[in-house]
């Protein structure tokens, strides 16, 4: 056999040493063997701690209502895969909670974009977006490393970044997902409460008015409307029910609207006119928002006419002088 050496890696019938010998596919292989006894070990009921699930199923496995610990944990969604993988990915998950912390704002943000405040799933989604990031950087790793060889410093530093640019792209992710979700509630939020306000000045209660307005209309506030009456059925009264609505949120015009609607229940103020102005007051905002979105992009706008049309049209002013002048010469 011929060795030749191109940027550093051994090369031998065309190929890097490394592939064409065959010790290596044995040893992936084996590799490969190794991991799956490991993890049948790991799965062995003697290894495995049982859970709060399965120490409560015995006793609630005949109730009428399904528990809701157990309804919790239960997630018949997920792929065949991940629902195998679900314990791992639990295990996992609590370790990047304890990397990162943040519970509370993963929990407030999870609230926010309408989910439940489920930290352990959102982990568990953050680990199987990282493992996704991971596998990517290591193909391009591979790629690179067969390519050029050299050190595996830089191959390993590229799955590492890989990895958590996954975690933080489903943390930005959810992040995103909260603030459409709120701004989607911030354009039905005029409709929703001249629809209140209608419904009260005919007469209607407080309660009633809401029912009829989530009866009528869909959309991201509608179903947290909804959520507001089901508290306020299950036994909350109105204003800790509307409360929990501006808890849930984090805009500013929601909770100025609760408060309005709370302070006009418990006093008697006319409700219908404290609906108006809300609906009044969050126009006005969109409308100043909207100016000075415009105001940014005007001078957005001015980057290509400074930089592109004006050049241009200082070039066709001068090309016809400049032209003529070398003519005369």
């Not at 062995?44 to 005949?62: C, H, I, S």
């Amino acid at each position: 056999m011929t060795y030749l050496f191109a940027g550093g890696a051994p090369i031998r019938d065309g190929l890097p040493a490394f592939v064409a010998d065959w010790s290596w596919l044995g040893a992936g292989l084996g590799a490969m063997l190794a991991a799956g006894a490991l993890l049948f070990f790991v799965g062995l009921p003697g290894n495995r701690r049982p859970g709060l699930e399965d120490r409560l199923a015995p006793y609630l496995r005949d109730t009428a209502r399904p528990s809701r610990l157990l309804a919790a944990r239960a997630d018949n969604s997920l792929p065949g895969l991940l629902l195998i993988l679900r314990p791992a990915l639990d295990d996992l998950g609590r370790g990047v909670e304890r990397l990162l912390g943040g519970a509370a704002s993963v929990r407030r943000r999870m609230q926010r974009a309408g989910h439940s405040p489920d930290v352990e799933s959102f982990r568990a989604e953050q680990v199987v977006w990282g493992v996704v990031g991971g596998l990517g950087g290591l193909v391009v790793a591979t790629l690179m490393w067969l390519r050029d060889g050299g050190s595996v410093i830089v191959p390993v530093l590229i799955v590492f970044f890989s990895v958590a640019i996954g975690i933080v792209a489903r943390d930005q992710m959810l992040t995103m997902s909260a603030n459409k979700r709120e701004r989607q509630m911030l354009a039905e939020f005029p409709t929703v409460a001249e629809l209140l306000a209608l419904a009260v000045g005919a007469g209607e209660g407080a309660t009633g008015a809401l029912e009829r307005v989530c009866r009528l209309s869909h959309g991201q506030l509608a179903a947290e409307l909804r959520q507001c009456l089901a508290d306020a059925r299950a036994g909350a009264n109105l204003p800790v029910a509307l409360q929990g609505l501006a808890d849930r949120t984090g805009l500013a015009s929601l909770a100025r609207f609760v408060d309005g609607i709370v302070i006009a229940v418990e006093r008697g103020t006319p409700l219908a006119d404290v609906l108006r102005a809300q609906a009044q007051d969050v126009r006005e905002a969109g409308r100043r928002a909207v100016m000075e979105q415009g105001g940014k992009k005007e001078i957005a706008m001015m980057i290509p006419v400074v930089f592109v049309v004006l050049p241009v049209t200082v070039l066709f002013a001068i090309y016809p002088g400049v032209a003529f002048l070398k003519l005369s010469i």
